[in-house]
């Protein structure tokens, strides 16, 4: 256990319908990263935060995805009209951005699967 | 852009063997690097971090090198196990804290 912790862990949902996974990160980092995962590839950044700001979104953030950090504490990920290419494994990381040599913990991650 | 490669994506050893994971970046221009093992619909262990002023790091019968002026590291397993079956990621952090990610090894080690 990393202290990172992930909400649902698993979530079956129909093309369409909407989605929120929630992560928690370790209390004390600043920095919260959410990166998504695809069968057989490593994992692909989508965005962070530092505090309650989001500082970078990737590319492949399309609009039907926002992601908040309200109070700069827990952070939600919300995916509008799901589609079958968003099933993947949704991976949350925390690091404090005090060090530079700071490591990224990992959250157990959500895996979607979009029927 | 930074483009991070794995090679072999797919490596079966028996058990007792050493053997050597690569890892490879397109841009030396990066703080750290990162190996972490992944078991199957899990998430990610971190293994070791070697910073960029470094040249390797150590845990148990695991060693990474990381040459930033060829743009490659190496994670070296000693005398392999059939619980370190898994995938081995290696990830690079750039400025802004982001990990780029190799497609992964998986690594299968026959009892």
Known sequence: DTGVSQDPRHKITKRGQNVTFRCDPISEHNRLYWYRQTLGQGPEFLTYFQNEAQLEKSRLLSD?????????????????????????MYLCASRSSGRADNEQYFGPGTRLTVT | KQEVT????????????????????????????????????????????????????TSGRLNASLDKSSGRSTLYIAASQPGDSATYLCAVRGNTGKL???????????P
């Open chain 1, 64 to 88: 039907r995805f926002s992601a908040e950090r309200p109070k700069g504490s827990f952070s939600t990920l919300e995916i509008q009209r799901t589609e079958q290419g968003d099933s993947a």
């Open chain 2, 6 to 57: 794995q090679i072999p994506a797919a490596l079966s050893v028996p058990e007792g063997e050493n053997l050597v994971l690569n890892c490879s970046f397109t841009d030396s221009a990066i703080y750290n690097l990162q190996w972490f093992r992944q078991d199957p619909g899990k998430g990610l262990t971190s293994l070791l971090l070697i910073q960029s002023s470094q040249r390797e790091q």
């Open chain 2, 100 to 110: 780029i990610f190799g497609q992964g090894t998986t690594l299968q080690v026959k």
